[in-house]
Structure formats: structure tokens, C-alpha cells
């Protein structure tokens, strides 16, 4: 019953936002996006995820990995960990058929599971996952007893060994806590795109592909139906948020 | 009645001792009394007496609400706490939360209430250069 008024709802905005539109040439309109107001909470009405074409994804290009590390501020800030204790929120892996010897290149980031195990194991809630589908760390409540890091099939959390200074606003971090990609949530309350996805696509590679899979017209639905897309460790069970094409 | 003088003498001289002692130490009150920043604009978001009482209320549900709920909005943030109360003084600098002039340091050193937001929040508006070059944290 909530599922058919909220279909009815969006519906309905669809409906008021083609009212709104532009039109600028025949059968070309603009619309203007609206991003959901700053009083307003996240709801389950969306559910945000990425895409991943591994076939575009070039061995040796990190301009994702960059852009995340200058949007949020890890990497060059922790400076006396080793480097098996330095944060890392995404990083490049390089698959190797060892029999044809073919050779792939992708992102490995917080997947956001919808059934996240690293919020299962976390024994004071700080480990959460948001109603729009975004798995975050409560630092506030984060004792860092980093059970998360191991329940995580991915390998994508970290856990900061030492006093920081000099955070980002928008991305706040420090000694004992662990963390992990945030799906640049700061960005997307304010309909904006995360940091990794904007730079790949800037850099004309387009092999990220960012939106919301609960919209059957959102770009990243629409390929998902046509291209189908792999979640890693699919055997898990844990469906994904990010998905990848071409694995 | 010289037993009766010497007495009052003695009374007289510790009197004045302990008004000499008293005067020391309401100077020494004074130095000791916190030195609050000024903000940058004019009004604070709630009245000072009331922020004086509750901020820690209003940023602890606030952070509720922004971090798990996503509900951004910029009333009782810390980060806009910061913009106003952190903005950069004549010289376009700003203080570190391990100095005392910055604005929360100024009370809370002298409230000896150990805060540790700044172990993971920024102390300063992002574009805001710091005063001194000596590292941060506590």
C-alpha cells in the first residue's frame, strides 16, 4: 500500500515536473532538477547505486581514486601509518585471466549492500545504512573495534590510526574510527554526483555511471535493464548497490 | 588596657591584610575570565543565554539528524557554527581549536569541558587560512 502511493506520488510528479518543463526546441525540454530540500530526510523512495563498465575502465588510469582522495581528504593526511593502515576508500584491482591472460581494471568501493553485513556485526549502531540505501559510519557512536572490516566481504573499510588535522567541512575523520566510501553523500543531499563518478566522466573514460535504481528512467535503471550488470560475490546475497558490466 | 590595644592592633593589621588579599584576588579572577571571540554577522541563530545552555543539544541532534537522516539543514550545524564563530579575522587568518582564542577553546578551557568534536570535524571555513603554523589536535 506505502509502495502504490509512493508510485503514485512520483507519478504525480512526473506528471508536475512535465508541466514545469521548458520546452527549448521541439521535442527537446529542460527541466529543472529539483534537489530534495535541505529540511527534508532521505527516504526509501530512492535508492542510490552506481554502475561500473569494467570494459572502459583502463589499467593504470586512478583518476577516480584521486578525485575521491582530494574530494574527501584521506590519503596524503595520514602520514605515520604504514601503508597496509593508511585509509583507502577506493582502489583500482587488476584482474588477470591467467589462462588467456585478459586483462581487467575496475573500482572496489563500499558496495552498498541492501543487507550490509559491517551493520549486522557493529555492537553500537554506528555501522548504518540510510534509507535512500547509503551504508555509512556514525563516527559519534564508532568505538573502532573495526568488527565491521571484518565482516566486510569487500575489503572496504579502513580504520585511522592517527590524530588528523586539517578534515574536510563536509567530511569529517579521525583517530579510532573506521570509515569508508560514503557514496559522497555531502553531494548527493544537494543532487549533485559522487566525486569519482564526475571526474571519470569529465575526463571523457564515462565508465561510471551514478543514479537511482528505484527510477526505471534514470540512465543508470535503463542500462542496468538493457546491458544486465554483475555484483561482485553475488553468491552473498547481500544485492549490491554498485554493479559492474563486462566482469 | 595595653593587653586591650594590642589585640585591637592585631585585629586592625589582619583586617587589612584580608582586604589586601580579597582585592589580589578579584584582579586575579578578572585576568582568568574567559576572552570570547566576536562572530562574524550579527545575530546567532538562538539568544546567547539560551546557545550559552543548550548548544550541545542542538548540535547533538543535529548530527542525528544530518548524519542518519540526511536532513541538512543549516540552523544548528556545527560547520555553520564554525563560519561564523571561526571567520577570519583583519589579517585573513583564523585560530586552531588547540589555541585559546579560537571561539569554543576560549569557554571551554576555561569550563575545563574537554570537547572532541575537532579530533574528526574541520575547526575553520574551509577556504580559511590558519594564524600559526603549529599542528593542531590535542
Request: include cysteine.
Amino acid at each position: 500500500m506505502k509502495q502504490d502511493t509512493d508510485m503514485n506520488r512520483r507519478r504525480f510528479l512526473g506528471q508536475a515536473a512535465a508541466a514545469a518543463g521548458l520546452a527549448v526546441a521541439p521535442g527537446v525540454m529542460l527541466y529543472e532538477v529539483q534537489a530534495r530540500p535541505a529540511g527534508e530526510a532521505a527516504t526509501s523512495k530512492q535508492r542510490w547505486g552506481m554502475l561500473i563498465d569494467t570494459t572502459k575502465c583502463e589499467v593504470g588510469c586512478n583518476d577516480c581514486v584521486t578525485a575521491c582522495k582530494t574530494e574527501n581528504g584521506w590519503g596524503a593526511s595520514e602520514t605515520k601509518s604504514s601503508t597496509e593502515q593508511q585509509a583507502q576508500w577506493i582502489r583500482k584491482v587488476k584482474l588477470t585471466d591467467k589462462q588467456t591472460g585478459h586483462v581487467q581494471s575496475l573500482p572496489l568501493m563500499c558496495q552498498h549492500c541492501e543487507t550490509p553485513p559491517c551493520v549486522d556485526v557493529c555492537p553500537t549502531g554506528a555501522s548504518m545504512k540510510r534509507a535512500d540505501g547509503i551504508v555509512l559510519v556514525d563516527k559519534h557512536i564508532c568505538i573502532g573495534c573495526r568488527y565491521c572490516m571484518m565482516a566486510c566481504p569487500y575489503k572496504a573499510r579502513s580504520f585511522i590510526h592517527e590524530s588528523l588535522s586539517g578534515q574536510k567541512a563536509h567530511a569529517p575523520r579521525g583517530l579510532g574510527t573506521v570509515e569508508s566510501c560514503t557514496l559522497c553523500v555531502h553531494r548527493v543531499d544537494k543532487d549533485g554526483t559522487p566525486a569519482c563518478v564526475e571526474s571519470c566522466n569529465a575526463k571523457g573514460h564515462k565508465a561510471m555511471y551514478f543514479g537511482d535504481l528505484n527510477d526505471p528512467n534514470s540512465e543508470i535503471s535503463k542500462r542496468l535493464k538493457e546491458f544486465g550488470g554483475q555484483q561482485i560475490r553475488a553468491d552473498l546475497g547481500l544485492n549490491t548497490g554498485v554493479r559492474y558490466q563486462g566482469l | 588596657m595595653v593587653y586591650l590595644q594590642r589585640h585591637i592592633r592585631k585585629l586592625v593589621t589582619l583586617v587589612g591584610l584580608g582586604i589586601l588579599l580579597s582585592l589580589s584576588l578579584t584582579s586575579q579572577a578578572a585576568d582568568l575570565k574567559p576572552v570570547i571571540p566576536t562572530a562574524k554577522g550579527g545575530q546567532c541563530v538562538e539568544k546567547t543565554d539560551v546557545m550559552r545552555k543548550n548548544h550541545m543539544e542542538f548540535i547533538l541532534h543535529q548530527r542525528n539528524d544530518t548524519l542518519r537522516r540526511g536532513i541538512r539543514t543549516s540552523k544548528h550545524s556545527l560547520k555553520e557554527c564554525i563560519e561564523c564563530h571561526n571567520a577570519p579575522a583583519n589579517d585573513g587568518k583564523v585560530a586552531r581549536i588547540s589555541e585559546k582564542d579560537h571561539f569554543c577553546s576560549s569557554c571551554h578551557t576555561f569550563a575545563a569541558v574537554k570537547i572532541d568534536c575537532f579530533e574528526c570535524h574541520a575547526d575553520k571555513p574551509e577556504a580559511a587560512q590558519y594564524r600559526t603554523s603549529a599542528k593542531g589536535g590535542h
